[in-house]
């Protein structure tokens, strides 16, 4: 039984992860058709406003709450609570609060508010990135990563994402 939990547990944090991606090209491609001319604004922002509301409520927010069921149902699979997974799970609890503001993004751009240009968000779509590879390397290497060398490698991108 804990295999199959695992893979629909992975199956929906790619899923997850697909969407966050994805939301924030949208809301930077929505931003962007902001400053264009009537009716090109018009035409593009209604279009975008359709993908970004079929893909966040379709695809982003049912995974996003099927990876909390899955996950906690593997947990309770495992039988127990490691050092790395404890890590791993403040990862993802920030995960979630990014996921949030994701949606308060949402909130914002289908009400025709636009806070952010399209340069703040491509920064925070490279957050997503971080949350990635931290959760992904506790799960994989566990007990085998060095805190330090952890934390060392994932300021080192940080610092490498921030130059590009």
């Known amino acids: 039984m804990y295999h199959y939990v695992l893979a629909l547990h992975i199956i929906f944090i790619v899923t997850w992860f697909s969407g966050i991606f994805y939301i924030v ?3 930077i491609y929505n931003t962007e058709a902001n400053d264009k001319a009537e009716p090109e604004k018009s035409i593009l922002q209604k279009q ?3 993908m970004i509301r079929r893909l966040w ?3 982003t927010w049912p995974s996003a709450v099927l990876t909390l ?3 906690p149902w593997m947990w309770y699979l495992w039988g127990h609570l490691d050092n790395w997974l404890a890590i ?3 990862f993802v609890v920030g995960l979630y609060a990014y996921f949030f503001t994701l949606h308060a993004i949402y909130k914002q751009q289908s009400k025709g508010v636009f806070k952010y240009t399209s ?8 957050v997503a990135t971080i949350f990635l590879i931290a959760i992904v390397m506790l799960a994989v290497v566990k007990q ?3 805190f330090v060398w952890g ?3 994932l300021l080192l991108f940080v610092v490498f994402l921030l130059e590009f």
């Open 48 to 50: 975008f406003n359709i």
């Open 144 to 146: 085998g990563m060095s």
């Open 151 to 153: 934390i060392s490698g």
């Open 69 to 71: 069921i899955f996950g």
């Open 57 to 59: 409520f379709g695809i």
């Open 25 to 27: 090209r949208l809301y």
């Open 119 to 126: 340069g703040q968000l491509r920064i925070w779509n490279e």
């Open 88 to 90: 791993k799970l403040c």
